[in-house]
């Protein structure tokens, strides 16, 4: 019997995926469970040039903070978790979470105007 086995990282941890959302834009990242929060925040840094003290991570749909000085694991985040990215506005508060679901773009009757 064969056994279908997750990529591993150098350093022989098991190679996982999460799902950054903000507005609609996701973000795949790969990471192993013993990366921080912190090490997350950096490697978004890169991606979309807001210093990490400026984003706020959140698991959902719990909707739960996740901490700086964390691990994944230590916060059960798991493969394929979807975490929702909030930024620091001018007025030093962070935005209110906004990520669009599938469900979002469910198809509805219309008067036949458009083109869709």
Known sequence: ?????RPKSPDDQTVMYIRVKRNKTTYFLQCV???????IKEKLQELIEQPVKDQRLILMPDREILDDSKSLADQKVENDSVIALTLRKDDNEFEDVNIVRPTDFSTRETDGSSNW
């Open 1 to 5: 019997m064969s056994q279908t086995s």
């Open 33 to 39: 469970p013993s990366e921080t929060i912190l090490q």
